[in-house]
Protein backbone atom coordinates (compact mmCIF):
# COMPACT_ATOMS: atom_id res chain seq x y z
CA UNK A 1 0.00 0.00 0.00
CA UNK A 2 1.55 3.15 -1.02
CA UNK A 3 -1.06 6.09 0.29
CA UNK A 4 -1.15 6.29 4.36
CA UNK A 5 -4.95 7.54 5.21
CA UNK A 6 -5.62 8.84 8.52
CA UNK A 7 -8.59 10.79 10.12
CA UNK A 8 -11.29 8.12 11.02
CA UNK A 9 -12.28 7.24 14.42
CA UNK A 10 -16.09 7.57 16.20
CA UNK A 11 -18.46 10.60 15.59
CA UNK A 12 -21.75 11.42 16.85
CA UNK A 13 -24.52 11.95 13.92
CA UNK A 14 -24.66 15.63 12.86
CA UNK A 15 -20.88 15.62 13.15
CA UNK A 16 -17.79 16.03 10.69
CA UNK A 17 -14.13 15.00 10.28
CA UNK A 18 -11.49 15.19 7.62
CA UNK A 19 -10.01 12.43 6.58
CA UNK A 20 -6.27 12.33 4.73
CA UNK A 21 -4.82 10.72 1.76
CA UNK A 22 -0.79 11.44 1.82
CA UNK A 23 2.24 9.25 -0.62
CA UNK A 24 3.96 7.02 1.78
CA UNK A 25 7.38 7.69 2.95
CA UNK A 26 8.66 4.49 1.00
CA UNK A 27 7.10 5.06 -2.25
CA UNK A 28 7.30 8.83 -2.25
CA UNK A 29 5.79 10.15 -5.36
CA UNK A 30 4.28 13.78 -6.02
CA UNK A 31 0.62 14.25 -6.62
CA UNK A 32 0.50 16.79 -8.65
CA UNK A 33 -0.23 14.27 -11.75
CA UNK A 34 -2.63 12.22 -9.99
CA UNK A 35 -6.17 11.83 -10.29
CA UNK A 36 -7.37 10.75 -6.44
CA UNK A 37 -10.43 9.05 -5.81
CA UNK A 38 -11.81 8.17 -1.91
CA UNK A 39 -14.15 5.30 -1.70
CA UNK A 40 -15.93 3.91 0.96
CA UNK A 41 -17.42 -0.19 1.60
CA UNK A 42 -20.17 0.02 4.39
CA UNK A 43 -20.98 -3.43 6.31
CA UNK A 44 -22.24 -5.69 3.89
CA UNK A 45 -22.11 -3.80 0.75
CA UNK A 46 -20.03 -3.09 -1.98
CA UNK A 47 -17.33 -0.42 -2.10
CA UNK A 48 -18.51 2.04 -3.66
CA UNK A 49 -17.05 5.29 -5.07
CA UNK A 50 -17.98 8.76 -3.72
CA UNK A 51 -15.45 11.51 -4.99
CA UNK A 52 -12.42 12.24 -7.24
CA UNK A 53 -10.50 14.99 -7.48
CA UNK A 54 -7.61 15.05 -10.84
CA UNK A 55 -6.25 18.53 -12.17
CA UNK A 56 -7.46 21.86 -11.30
CA UNK A 57 -8.99 22.38 -14.85
CA UNK A 58 -11.35 19.17 -14.25
CA UNK A 59 -14.17 19.27 -11.98
CA UNK A 60 -14.38 17.38 -8.62
CA UNK A 61 -16.75 14.50 -8.64
CA UNK A 62 -19.20 13.71 -6.20
CA UNK A 63 -21.88 10.73 -5.98
CA UNK A 64 -25.34 11.95 -5.85
CA UNK A 65 -25.59 10.49 -1.90
CA UNK A 66 -23.05 12.68 -0.97
CA UNK A 67 -23.60 15.70 -3.12
CA UNK A 68 -23.10 19.18 -0.91
CA UNK A 69 -21.52 17.31 2.96
CA UNK A 70 -18.49 15.47 1.45
CA UNK A 71 -15.76 18.01 0.20
CA UNK A 72 -12.80 16.89 -1.71
CA UNK A 73 -9.20 18.68 -1.26
CA UNK A 74 -5.55 18.61 -2.38
CA UNK A 75 -2.64 20.43 -1.09
CA UNK A 76 -0.10 19.50 -3.33
CA UNK A 77 2.93 20.83 -1.19
CA UNK A 78 1.80 18.39 1.19
CA UNK A 79 1.01 15.24 -1.61
CA UNK A 80 -2.26 15.16 0.35
CA UNK A 81 -5.90 14.69 -1.18
CA UNK A 82 -8.25 15.09 1.91
CA UNK A 83 -11.80 14.58 2.36
CA UNK A 84 -14.09 16.50 4.44
CA UNK A 85 -17.63 15.22 5.56
CA UNK A 86 -20.16 17.32 7.28
CA UNK A 87 -23.72 16.35 8.93
CA UNK A 88 -22.22 12.79 8.94
CA UNK A 89 -25.18 10.11 9.86
CA UNK A 90 -25.67 6.47 10.11
CA UNK A 91 -25.28 5.49 6.50
CA UNK A 92 -21.88 6.99 6.41
CA UNK A 93 -20.37 4.20 8.88
CA UNK A 94 -17.50 2.37 6.88
CA UNK A 95 -14.32 1.94 5.92
CA UNK A 96 -13.24 4.70 3.70
CA UNK A 97 -10.13 4.44 1.30
CA UNK A 98 -8.36 6.35 -0.92
CA UNK A 99 -6.89 5.41 -4.23
CA UNK A 100 -4.41 7.21 -6.73
CA UNK A 101 -3.99 7.00 -10.66
CA UNK A 102 -1.78 8.90 -12.83
CA UNK A 103 -2.45 11.34 -15.35
CA UNK A 104 -4.34 14.88 -14.51
CA UNK A 105 -7.31 13.90 -16.82
CA UNK A 106 -11.11 13.96 -15.42
CA UNK A 107 -11.28 11.53 -12.86
CA UNK A 108 -13.66 8.71 -12.28
CA UNK A 109 -14.82 6.93 -8.91
CA UNK A 110 -14.87 3.21 -11.11
CA UNK A 111 -12.54 1.75 -8.59
CA UNK A 112 -10.56 -0.54 -11.34
CA UNK A 113 -9.09 2.75 -12.86
CA UNK A 114 -6.72 3.02 -9.65
CA UNK A 115 -3.89 1.40 -8.83
CA UNK A 116 -2.22 3.20 -6.01
CA UNK A 117 -4.76 2.18 -2.59
CA UNK A 118 -4.40 2.99 0.89
CA UNK A 119 -5.18 0.34 3.49
CA UNK A 120 -8.64 2.40 4.68
CA UNK A 121 -9.79 4.17 7.88
CA UNK A 122 -13.11 3.04 9.57
CA UNK A 123 -15.32 6.07 9.99
CA UNK A 124 -18.45 4.88 12.74
CA UNK A 125 -20.91 7.28 12.92
CA UNK A 126 -22.62 6.76 16.39
CA UNK A 127 -24.19 8.54 19.56
Known amino acids: FQLVQSGGGLVQPGGSLTLSCASS???????????VAWFRQAPGKEREGVSC????????QYADSVKGRFTVSRDNAKNTVYLHINNLNDEDTAVYYC???WGNGMCTTEEEHYTIWGLGTQVTVSS
Open 99 to 101: GAR
Open 25 to 35: EEFHFTFDNYA
Open 53 to 60: ISGPSNPI
